[in-house]
């Protein structure tokens, strides 16, 4: 499984991204909501990734955030919701705007859409009420800054998103990135 791909941007074409990972290109499909927020070309960007073996094909999905990935994730797990339109509902909702629309289970939002049906919509909305929101809880103890960054120092130390965001609610409210990361890892090693 690849987990996370780092490297220089070398082309962009939405929305497949080609990344220079020390001489391998590695191909990657983003969401619309990651590829806006991406560098220029040249730079570095770091991806989290979900890849994809069917019997014909073999894809890279990219994400800047673990919100995003998560919930492209999840979305993969319904029924009758492929890859291709979790990526497509990722580009037409932030994750903060679809886990709205759930919890109003505003259907006319999903179908706005393109690939999404008034039944699929009426699915999504069904199969995702109470386990959005929740999965995607920010916690609210840390600056929202801070936390992304102390998350993704848990995660690269091999901590899952379950055990780093449990220590992210242990935190105090004001601290700062390195102490948070350190206080964290106090709170994991009990």
């Known amino acids: 499984m690849i987990g996370r791909v780092t490297g220089v941007l ?11 990972v020390n001489g391998v290109g590695y191909e990657v499909d983003v969401p619309m909501s990651s590829f806006y927020n991406l560098p220029a070309l040249g730079a570095k960007v770091t991806l989290l990734t ?11 999905f990219g994400f800047l955030t673990h919100d995003e990935r998560a919930t492209f994730r999840m979305l993969i797990k319904i029924s009758g919701v492929g890859p291709k339109m979790a990526l497509s509902i990722l580009s037409g909702l932030s994750v903060n705007e679809l ?16 690939g999404i049906g008034k039944k699929t919509a009426e699915r999504l909305l069904l199969e995702l009420k109470g386990k959005l929101g ?19 120092a848990l995660v690269a130390l091999g901590y ?11 935190l105090p ?16 090693a009990r």
């Open 50 to 60: 979900h890849f994809v073996v069917r019997e014909d094909a073999q894809v890279l």
């Open 99 to 114: 886990a709205q629309a759930v919890s109003l289970q505003e259907a006319a939002r999903l179908v706005k859409v393109p």
């Open 173 to 188: 409210a004001d601290v700062g990135v390195s102490d948070g990361i350190k206080l964290a890892l106090k709170q994991l």
């Open 134 to 152: 929740d999965s995607l809880a920010a916690p609210v103890s840390v600056a929202a800054g801070a936390q992304n960054d102390i998350l993704q």
């Open 160 to 170: 899952s998103d379950r055990e780093a965001n449990a220590a992210l609610k242990a």
């Open 10 to 20: 070398a082309e962009k074409s939405p929305p497949q991204l080609l990344i220079d």
